[in-house]
């Protein structure tokens, strides 16, 4: 099964597709699923949430009741269709006993530790029925191909050693996936996540997630979601709603109420949190022609390529895109909105090529003025880091002179005390001396008093 899913990944990783950066942030809350985009390059996305669980306690050992924070933070790596993520929950759990009677403890820790990734392998395009305009019924009918989803693989590793007792389910255990999403509309989509979790650990998972948002305008969005997971030895469940609020580009605040279930018994869940992420995302610079056309690199010609390489050759130009039409402009003929929309695989003629290039300029302009920015930044700091150290070491210097000024106090102290006693010394010597002649003296002249 495991050979199976990761020659699966590695199919979906040959599909090219198109960048992924949005104008506004891209949230995957308050809901469970993930959604198969990425948040772009030089983008840091953090999304977190305060949750509240409880439900029955179940024979025997189950943990009824959690409360604590969700964090989850993304970035893309390397190209716009890749991102690196980790998703980490902190969170007081009770751990309930239940069988003749019913006893608990709390512990505090770590619920959930999951380093992933994942990748845009495919992405489908659809036509945009709106500016059909000949045909009343082609702009109000369904666009079947909405039903092809998007396609992202996932791949990821639990680290469950440090976790709480009831969430480790080993040490180091993988976990892989599919994400999928359907468009159905500007407003409406559909996420559906398919997952294998806890690979070779105790009690693999597996679990999907089914998750319905509509954007009622700019501002708001609500969604609705169902996720299951399944173990040899029990059967979990949830129903959710919840809405999302875009405070700005950069910050969205959502919130849920859920129904759980766990075998007969039913729970709810609760939670709010933020999105907010740091975004230094700069587009790649496109090379246009004279018609606004993106100009393609030639492709080199290597001859002599032999039955493996002619074979690779037919086998890529399947899937290679391939233009019928070749432009054609007519300075006399104006080519028309509608005509751009029936045929979408005629290159159209730019309406300006001025203002491409004047946006470019910009574009390059505030790329220069950032860089520039970025070095006086450093420059500053380089010099900040460098005033401290002298600080330092003007400060380590004092403190080094102070040192040896007390320690020459110390000698002089001591040099002076020594002095005192050796003069202490020298009197007591000589009054000692004094005392002996005296002494002397009157033994002398007890003699002559006896004659």
């Known amino acids: 099964m495991i050979k199976k899913l990761l020659i699966l990944f590695v199919l979906l990783f040959s599909i090219c597709v198109s960048a992924q950066y949005t104008e506004v942030i891209n949230s995957n809350r308050p809901g469970f699923s993930e959604s198969p985009y990425s948040v772009g390059t030089g983008v840091y996305q953090f999304e977190s949430s305060l949750f509240y669980r409880k439900a029955d306690a179940i024979p025997t050992f189950s943990n009824p009741q959690a409360y604590g924070l969700n964090l989850h933070f993304r970035t893309g790596l390397i190209s716009q269709k890749f991102e690196l993520n980790l998703t980490t929950a902190i969170q007081q759990d009770k751990m309930a006993f239940k069988n003749v009677f019913e006893s608990s403890y709390n512990q505090f820790g770590f619920g959930q530790f999951t380093i992933g990734a994942k990748y845009l392998a495919y992405h489908p395009d659809y036509s945009k029925r709106e500016k059909e305009i000949r045909s009343w019924r082609k702009r109000h009918s369904f666009d079947f191909r909405r039903w092809i989803p998007h396609v992202a693989p996932y791949i990821g590793l639990n680290f469950g050693s440090f976790l709480n007792d009831y969430h480790q389910r080993g040490g180091i255990t993988p976990k892989v996936g599919v994400l999928l999403q359907n468009e159905f509309s500007n407003k409406l989509n559909v996420i559906t996540n398919i997952y294998y979790n806890y690979i070779g650990g105790y009690l693999p998972e597996w679990s999907y997630v089914l998750t319905g948002t509509y954007n009622f305008n700019d501002k708001w969005s609500g969604f609705a979601e169902h996720q299951a997971l399944f173990n040899k030895e029990e059967k979990q469940s949830n129903l959710g709603l919840g809405a999302a609020y875009l405070f700005n580009k950069n910050l969205q605040i959502n919130g849920s109420l859920r129904a759980t279930?766990?075998?007969?018994?039913?729970?709810?869940?609760?939670?709010?949190?933020?999105?907010?992420?740091?975004?230094?995302?700069?587009?790649?610079?496109?090379?246009?022609?004279?018609?606004g056309n993106k100009i393609e690199p030639e492709e080199t010609q290597t001859y002599n390529k032999g039955f493996f390489g002619k074979l690779f050759d037919k086998i890529g130009s399947i899937f290679k895109k391939k233009d019928k039409i070749d432009p054609q402009i007519d300075e006399e003929t104006e080519i028309s909105e509608d005509e751009k929309v029936e045929d979408p695989r005629r290159r159209s003629r730019q309406k300006s090529i001025i203002d491409d290039l004047t946006k470019k300029d910009e574009k390059e302009k505030k790329k220069t003025t950032k860089a520039e920015k970025k070095a006086a930044k450093k420059k500053q700091k380089?010099?900040?880091?460098?005033?401290?150290?002298?600080?330092?070491?003007?400060?380590?210097?004092?403190?080094?002179?102070?040192?040896?000024?007390?320690?020459?106090?110390?000698?002089?102290?001591?040099?002076?005390?020594?002095?005192?006693e050796e003069e202490e010394k020298q009197k007591e010597e000589e009054l000692q001396k004094k005392y002996e002649e005296e002494k002397k003296k009157k033994e002398n002249e007890a003699p002559k008093k006896d004659d």
């Open 382 to 420: 380089e010099e900040e880091k460098a005033l401290r150290k002298l600080e330092k070491e003007k400060e380590k210097e004092e403190k080094k002179k102070e040192k040896e000024r007390k320690k020459l106090e110390k000698e002089i102290q001591k040099l002076e005390k020594e002095l005192k």
């Open 261 to 291: 279930f766990q075998e007969e018994t039913a729970g709810f869940y609760t939670s709010i949190g933020v999105s907010y992420r740091i975004d230094n995302h700069v587009d790649d610079f496109i090379e246009l022609d004279e018609f």
